[in-house]
C-alpha cells in the first residue's frame, strides 16, 4: 500500500502570508495527487488534482507542484476563510489520504 | 447542480449491522465511479470503498475487506454501503464521494455532507 507522509502535522500563520504544505510519498505516484480542504463539521473540498490542477471556482491564491514522491500545496496571502486542515489524497494505487495538515491563525 | 445524500446511519451495537445510502442527482450517475470515505472523530480521512461506473468492479480498503459491501443502482443513482460485524473503531462519518473523471486515476470532486456511524454499546 501507498503511504502519504504530510508536514507539517500543524501551521500557525497570519492573514497575508504564504504558506507551503508538503505531501510525500511513499513510491512514486506520477502526477496522481489531489489537495483537499476541509472545515470543521464540513466535507472536504477538492482544491488541486492531478498534482497542479485547480478546481474550477478555487481562487488563484492556491497551487499546488510536484510528482513521482514529493508534492506541495502553496497558499500564497492567506485569508481568513483560509483556515482549515488540509489533506492530500493520491490515487494512482487504490487511494490514501496524508494525516492533515492544520492552519491555525497566528 | 450535483448533490450527493447520505443516509441511513445511526448506532449500532458491536457485531452489528447497517445499509448506507447515497442518493445522487445532477450529473450522470451512471458514468462515474463512486467511493465511500470515513473520518473518526478528531482523526483524519480514511478512504474506505469504491466503486466502478457499472458496478462490476470493488474495491476496498483492508481495514473493511470481508466485512463491507459496496454496490449500486445505476437506474436509481443510489450508492450503498453494507455494513457487517460492525466494530467500535467503525465509528466515524462517512461520506459518499464521486469521481471527478470517468477514467483513470481520478479525484473526488464533490461529497456528500457525510452521515455519522457509532458502534457502541
Known amino acids: 500500500d501507498i503511504q502519504m507522509t504530510q508536514s507539517p502535522p500543524s501551521l500557525s500563520a497570519s492573514v497575508g502570508d504564504r504558506v507551503t504544505i508538503t505531501c510525500r510519498a511513499s513510491?512514486?505516484?506520477?502526477?496522481?495527487l489531489n489537495w483537499y480542504q476541509q472545515k470543521p463539521g464540513k466535507a472536504p473540498k477538492l482544491l488541486v488534482y492531478?498534482?497542479?490542477s485547480l478546481q474550477s471556482g478555487v481562487p488563484s491564491r492556491f497551487s499546488g507542484s510536484g510528482s513521482g514522491t514529493d508534492f506541495t500545496l502553496t497558499i500564497n496571502s492567506l485569508q481568513p476563510e483560509d483556515f482549515a486542515t488540509y489533506y492530500c489524497?493520491?490515487?494512482?494505487?487504490?487511494?490514501?489520504f496524508g494525516q492533515g495538515t492544520r492552519l491555525e491563525i497566528k | 447542480e450535483v448533490q450527493l445524500l447520505e443516509s441511513g446511519g445511526g448506532l449500532v451495537q458491536p457485531g452489528g449491522s447497517l445499509r448506507l445510502s447515497c442518493a445522487a442527482s445532477?450529473?450522470?450517475?451512471?458514468?462515474?465511479?463512486m467511493s465511500w470515505v470515513r473520518q473518526a472523530p478528531g482523526k483524519g480521512l480514511e478512504w474506505v470503498s469504491a466503486?466502478?461506473?457499472?458496478?462490476?468492479?470493488?474495491y476496498y480498503a483492508d481495514s473493511v475487506k470481508g466485512r463491507f459491501t459496496v454496490s449500486r443502482d445505476n437506474s436509481d443513482s443510489t450508492l450503498w454501503l453494507q455494513m457487517n460485524s460492525l466494530r467500535a473503531d467503525d465509528t466515524a462519518v462517512y461520506y459518499c464521494?464521486?469521481?471527478?473523471?470517468?477514467?483513470?486515476?481520478?479525484?473526488?470532486?464533490?461529497w456528500g455532507r457525510g452521515i455519522l456511524v457509532t458502534v457502541s454499546s
Open positions: 513510491q512514486s505516484i506520477s502526477r496522481y
Open positions: 489524497q493520491q490515487s494512482s494505487s487504490a487511494n490514501t
Open positions: 466503486i466502478g461506473d457499472t458496478g462490476d468492479a470493488t
Open positions: 445532477g450529473f450522470t450517475f451512471s458514468r462515474f465511479a
Open positions: 464521494a464521486k469521481e471527478g473523471l470517468t477514467v483513470g486515476p481520478s479525484h473526488f470532486d464533490y
Open positions: 492531478a498534482a497542479s
